[in-house]
């Protein structure tokens, strides 16, 4: 923790020295949990803004946040907090968190980066987004046990299945086995049937499944996600699907294989691009999303292989970051894990625990259809 907090602090320095700015505030949940370690409180899962606050100066570090959380953060992140001077407010009054932070920033609200927008006048959102993308040792290691973790939970919810439970029942089993590992659910899609032959995100309406269950997970824990998806079929699949899923393993393989050669993320969609013309299905990923970097948010950024004029485009693609793509063809067929990129070839961060394996074309496995 003490060397990933000094890294984290040093990128901000470097980038408040490029850019000639004395502070930045961050505040948004992403940034929070990277800046410190993975501390942030968390409890109001649906608010944009965390009860605590992150300001860095070229010599100071302080972290804000109220007087209700400011005991139990000390109590139960002695380490983490020992890299901040921490400043409390009062729980009431809006303003009291703006007001502090500008004072430690020692700078007018206009020339302070900050992820919050106003009154804060410079933006940082999208620079500390690409500061944060590569992952520490601290922030792998976390990925790594996150992903199995939230592989087991999935697997594990699915281990007694039997035709005719509701998708609520197989969502509400799905999030009980996260929750006991300490995963908050960021993403839960349960579905099954013409629901999921029909729909891209067949969200659990409550019917009961007979022959096709689709289970998509992204899993939030110490602030960093991981996204995985498992499908299972009531029966042997038939030659049709069959053939979209390998067809699906080979693409995801081509986007894998790219990021030992890709300079940019723009290079990489390309490949997707291609990889969907080669399969037959030109264009495809223009009818679902289909993923990209993951970290701190449940994906760092999301574009099209032909928005070259988005600013993630010409972002490099560089070993210790983390990425899941989730290819797809209409009819309910989607793979769908999460890979840390490393220099010897991408590393499955979600390999499959019970769970039959599709091999890739280009090397290492993936999780296949479990046929019931």
Known sequence: MDAHIADVLARLRGYLAAAGLGGVVLGRAGNVAWASAGINPMIDRSAEVESMWIVVTATRSHLITNVVEAPRLLEEHPVEMAHFDLVTVPWYGSDEYISVAVHLAGAEPAQVASDLGQPFGIDCTTHVVGLRMTHTELGQTRLRALGGDTVSALEDSLAGFEAGSTDLEVQAGLVFELERRGITPSVVIVGGDDRVRRFRHPSASGRAVKDLL???????????????????????????????????????????????????????????????????????????????????????????????????????????????????????????????????????????????????????????????
């Not at 499908?231 to 393993?249: K, N, W």
């Not at 299905?281 to 999301?302: M, T, V």
């Open 214 to 372: 689709m289970n998509v997970v992204v899993g939030r824990r110490q602030g960093l996600h991981i996204a995985v998806t498992r499908t299972v079929s009531v029966g042997t699949l038939g030659s049709l699907d069959r053939e979209r899923y390998l067809a699906l393993s080979r693409i995801q393989s081509a986007v894998l294989v790219a990021t030992q050669t890709a300079g940019r993320y723009g290079e990489l969609y390309r490949s997707l691009d291609d990889a969907y013309s080669r399969e037959g299905h030109p264009k495809a990923w223009s009818e679902h999303f289909q993923g990209g970097p993951i970290g701190y948010q449940q994906r760092e950024f999301e574009i099209a292989p032909i928005q070259s004029d988005s600013p993630w485009f010409d972002a490099p693609v560089i070993a210790g970051q983390a990425i899941a793509f989730n290819p797809s063809l209409a009819g309910g067929c989607k793979l769908e894990d999460s890979f840390l990129i490393a220099p010897g070839g991408p590393i499955n961060l979600t390999p499959p625990l019970s769970w039959p394996t599709l091999a890739l074309p280009g090397g290492g496995v993936i999780a296949g259809v479990l046929e019931l």
